[in-house]
C-alpha cells in the first residue's frame, strides 16, 4: 500500500500546480508587478476557498492535517477545478481509492463481443488498455499507424513506457508533448483512483529514473479520465494524418480503456489510411 508521506506528497504537488497556473486577474486579484512566482498566492487561495492561510500552507505543504470534503470543495472551487480534477484531489486528500488489484491476463482477457468491436473498428486505429495503461488489445489499423505490438513482449506493452522509450511515436507525434500529455493525464486519474496500489509508485519512479523528460510532463500534474483531442501524426510512408482520440471506458469490473483515433472529417486522413493497410495485405 502506498505510504501516507508519497500520497501527501503527491497531494503538494497537485496543488502547487494548480495555483500556478491560475492568473490573478482570472480570480480576481490585480495582477500587479511585485509577484515573485506565477499564479495564486497560498493566501490568496485561502481567501477564496475561506480557509485560513496557514491550513492552507499546511495542506499544500502536505502535512497530515484533518479535512472535510466540504472544505475541500472549497478549495477546488477556488482552484478552478474540473470534475476529474476534484476527484483526483479527494482520493489523494482521504486516501479513498482502491486498494492493489491482482492483474494478469485472464482478467483481462478480450471478450468475443469487445474482440468483434475492434475489427470492426477498421479504419479508426483503437487501442485497448487496463488502469495501469497496459496494451491487452489492439486492430490492425492501430498496428498499421503506431506500430506492431506483436512483436513486443506482453510485459512491455505498456503505452506510458512506450511512448518515451519508442522513437516510433517520437518521429510519429507532431505534436509529442501533446499527445503524451493526454495519456499522462489519464494515467494521473487511474493514480488517484488507484492510490493505494502500490506499482504506480514504483512505476513512477523508474519512469522519472529513466526518462528525465517524464518528470517534466507528470509535474504539469494533468488530470483526465477522458480527453477529446485532435492529433496531428506524421505518417513514415503516407504523411500527414489527423485523428480525434476519443476515450471510452468499458463497463465492468474490468476496468478497461478503450482508445479509438477515427481519421478526422473533410481530410484525407482514412483515403492514406486505407491505401496504407491495402500496401501491406
Known amino acids: 500500500m502506498i505510504n501516507r508521506e508519497t500520497r501527501l506528497q503527491a497531494l503538494s504537488t497537485f496543488l502547487k500546480s494548480k495555483r500556478a497556473k491560475i492568473m490573478p ?3 480576481g486579484f490585480p495582477s500587479g508587478t511585485r509577484r515573485r512566482t506565477p499564479g495564486l498566492r497560498r493566501e490568496e487561495v485561502a481567501q477564496l476557498a475561506g480557509v485560513s492561510p496557514t491550513w492552507y500552507t499546511w495542506l499544500e505543504q502536505g502535512r497530515d492535517i484533518k479535512v472535510s470534503a466540504s472544505v475541500l470543495d472549497c478549495v477546488a472551487a477556488a482552484l478552478q477545478m474540473n470534475d476529474d480534477e476534484r476527484k483526483y484531489l479527494y482520493a489523494l486528500a482521504f486516501e479513498s481509492g482502491h486498494g492493489a488489484v491482482q492483474i494478469n491476463e485472464e482478467y483481462f482477457e478480450i471478450t468475443p463481443s469487445l474482440q468483434r468491436i475492434l475489427q470492426e473498428l477498421r479504419f479508426c486505429p483503437t487501442i485497448i488498455s487496463d488502469r495501469r495503461c497496459q496494451i491487452v ?4 489499423a492501430a498496428s498499421h499507424v503506431f506500430m506492431d505490438f506483436e512483436q513486443i ?3 512491455q506493452r505498456n503505452m506510458i513506457q512506450l511512448l518515451f522509450s519508442r522513437k516510433e511515436f517520437r518521429r510519429l507525434a507532431g505534436n509529442w508533448d501533446h499527445f503524451v500529455g493526454g495519456f499522462l493525464a489519464i494515467f494521473r486519474a487511474y493514480y488517484g483512483q488507484y492510490v493505494q496500489d502500490e506499482w504506480y509508485e514504483r512505476f513512477i519512479e523508474e ?3 529513466g526518462h528525465p523528460e517524464f518528470q517534466y510532463l507528470w509535474e504539469q500534474s494533468q488530470v483526465s479520465s477522458a480527453p477529446d483531442v485532435l ?3 506524421r505518417h513514415a510512408k503516407v504523411g500527414k494524418m489527423l485523428f480525434h482520440l ?3 471506458q468499458v463497463q465492468g469490473s474490468t476496468d478497461l480503456r478503450c482508445s479509438v483515433y477515427t481519421p478526422a472529417p473533410e481530410t484525407s486522413t482514412e483515403t492514406k489510411l486505407r491505401r496504407l493497410m491495402e500496401r501491406q495485405e
Not at 488489445?137 to 490492425?140: I, L, P, S, V
Open 25 to 27: 486577474g482570472d480570480a
Open 137 to 140: 488489445g489492439w486492430n490492425q
Open 153 to 155: 513482449p506482453a510485459e
Open 207 to 209: 519512469m522519472k529514473e
Open 231 to 233: 492529433l496531428e501524426f
Open 246 to 248: 476519443t476515450s471510452l
